[in-house]
């Protein structure tokens, strides 16, 4: 009665062993923020890394048990894997990270001689 009311669906191929979560990335002159969707995940399933001037944020999106026949996946499950090269220099001792609702959030603030100065015109 389903397929004959919405139309059939097509199975779905096996699922992806890797998947890419969405990542904005905004800067200001202070500071790098990385925001990355990362539903059904839970915070001891996330690792973030950073060297030199890549950020990298990994985990495991595992498949939930089922309790009846796949009739259409379009969730991708299995590891991922996101590097992000920083145009300038931070302060890794000062990035923070937090986690709620999906979204992770980190803060980069950049090292002071990468932020913009301001230089002064003197009068002579």
């Known amino acids: 009665m389903f397929e004959s009311t919405v139309g059939s669906f097509p199975r779905s ?8 979560p969405a990542v ?14 990362l539903p059904g995940l839970k915070k001891e ?3 973030i890394s950073l060297h030199d001037d890549t950020l990298t944020i ?3 999106r595992n498949r939930e048990e089922s ?9 991708s499950y299995g590891k991922f894997q996101r590097s992000l090269t920083l145009p300038t220099a931070v302060v890794a001792e000062k990035v ?3 986690y ?9 603030p950049k090292a002071e001689e990468a932020k913009p100065k301001q230089i002064e015109v003197a009068l002579k």
Do not use: C, H, M
């Open 13 to 20: 191929p096996a699922p992806l062993s890797r998947w890419n």
């Open 24 to 37: 904005d990335v905004y800067q200001n002159k202070d500071q790098f923020t990385v925001v990355v969707e």
């Open 45 to 47: 399933e996330i690792e």
């Open 58 to 60: 990994s985990g495991e």
């Open 67 to 75: 309790s009846g026949e796949e009739f259409l996946t379009e969730r």
């Open 96 to 98: 923070n990270a937090s």
């Open 100 to 108: 709620k609702d999906g979204l992770l959030q980190v803060v980069l």
